[in-house]
């Protein structure tokens, strides 16, 4: 698979996973709360590992740096007023507009996701030891062996 085919494929192979590993969600949601795991960026590399395209350390420092604010002050900005708002919603219309902020934080999840691609197709070629990315990601902010291997199982 080439980067492109990758880039192309990468958000329907990440929904498609999410979706048909049951153990999957509760586990993103622990290394995020837990780990404040960036599960966009865990995902690509996860992908990006199971396609043979892993990047090599310096190229995943350069991907993190590259989302970094869109993440802080998007993503996580998003997610914690969305989180603020869960035992507080007093009605239907409260309701309504906690679910929009739902959809606006997967879209821009989605955004970043497609941050992620273009800059990963700048990437000088080569680089990565295969099927390692996201293990090393994961191991470097603190998650123990069996999470990482049970985020990473195929």
């Keep these: 698979m080439t980067r492109e085919e990758f880039a192309a494929s990468v958000w329907t192979r990440i929904v498609a996973r999410y979706v048909e590993t049951p153990d999957l969600q509760p586990l993103c949601l622990e290394l995020q709360d837990q780990f404040d795991a960036d599960i966009p960026l865990a995902l690509f590399l996860w992908a990006a ?11 995943l420092g350069m991907l993190e740096a590259g989302i970094a604010d869109w993440r802080g002050h998007v993503v996580r900005e998003l997610r914690a007023v969305r989180r603020w708002l869960k035992p ?11 679910e929009k902020l739902k959809t606006l934080e997967l879209e821009a999840e989605r955004l970043e996701l497609d941050q992620l691609c273009r800059q990963f197709l700048s990437l000088p070629p080569g680089g990565g030891t295969a099927g390692a990315a996201a293990p090393r990601y994961l191991a470097r902010l603190g998650v123990d062996a069996a999470r990482v291997a049970a985020f990473c199982a195929p």
């Design 49 to 59: 590992d199971d396609a043979g395209l892993s990047p090599d350390p310096e190229a």
């Design 88 to 98: 507080r919603v007093a009605d239907d219309a409260q309701a309504e507009f906690r």
